[in-house]
């Protein structure tokens, strides 16, 4: 089972900085990564994926890079609604996907 | 529009059993694989299984190996989570999902949950 690790666990930041969001897998998952976004008392939203792909509706401030184990999720000037929990997803092994633990963005 | 929509949560006593059920509408279900995705209260989210369009394939964390089953009825258009031999650490909000990627294109749709809970 490829586990993913997120770091770091809590970002603390104020409206219009820069968030960077790191997510390391054990083994390569080539470009096969993803970046949900999820706030409380809701479901998990897809943000990025391909690694670097924005989803269909996503904002331009939300990018992300990387290949092979090491991915980066960047937003580039927080809005109120980016403060939420996100998490990457592996998806290189079909039916065999994993979650980082997450990393709570929370405002400064 | 899609809608998926879990039912079968509730109180188990470990050690026992429960069925997860997710009723699926908007799209043609027997073109995709389908997910079941938990997160217990307060923590991450979990991957728990999957299953090809056709049963033909399906996969498992490692921590339900052996104890949860999934399966769907494509005339149903419904998705299934056997769960047996539950533990107090399955504790968790079920989502059944649908999570698509493709090299130019990539969907996910959730549903609302189903809280299971193991206590005794």
């Known amino acids: 089972e490829i586990v993913m690790t997120q770091s770091p666990g809590t970002l603390s930041l104020s409206p219009g900085e820069r968030a960077t969001l790191s997510c390391r897998a054990s083994?390569?998952?080539?470009?096969?990564l993803a970046w949900y976004q999820q706030k409380p008392g809701q479901a998990p939203r897809l943000l990025i994926y391909?690694?670097?792909t924005r989803a269909t509706g996503i904002p331009a401030r939300f990018s992300g890079s990387g290949s092979g184990t090491e991915f980066t999720l960047t937003i580039s000037s927080l809005q109120s609604e980016d403060f939420a929990v996100y998490y990457c997803q592996q998806y290189n092994n079909w039916l065999q996907y994993t979650f980082g633990q997450g990393t709570k963005l929370e405002i400064k | 529009e899609v809608q998926l929509v879990e039912s079968g949560g509730g109180l188990v006593l470990p050690g026992r059993s429960l069925r997860l059920s997710c009723a699926a509408s908007?799209?043609?279900?027997?073109?995709?694989?389908m997910h079941w995705v938990r997160q217990a209260p307060g923590k991450g989210l979990e991957w728990v299984s999957g299953i090809s369009w056709n049963s033909g394939s399906v996969g498992y964390a490692d921590s339900v190996k052996g104890r949860f089953t999934i399966s769907r009825d494509n005339a149903k258009n419904s998705l299934y989570l056997q769960m047996n031999s539950l533990r107090v650490e399955d504790t968790a909000l079920y989502y059944c999902?649908?999570?698509?990627?493709?090299?130019?294109?990539?969907?996910?749709?959730w549903g609302q949950g189903t809280l299971v809970t193991v206590s005794s």
């Open positions: 083994q390569s998952v080539s470009s096969n």
């Open positions: 391909g690694a670097s």
């Open positions: 908007g799209f043609t279900f027997d073109d995709y694989a």
């Open positions: 999902a649908k999570l698509i990627y493709y090299d130019s294109n990539a969907i996910d749709y």
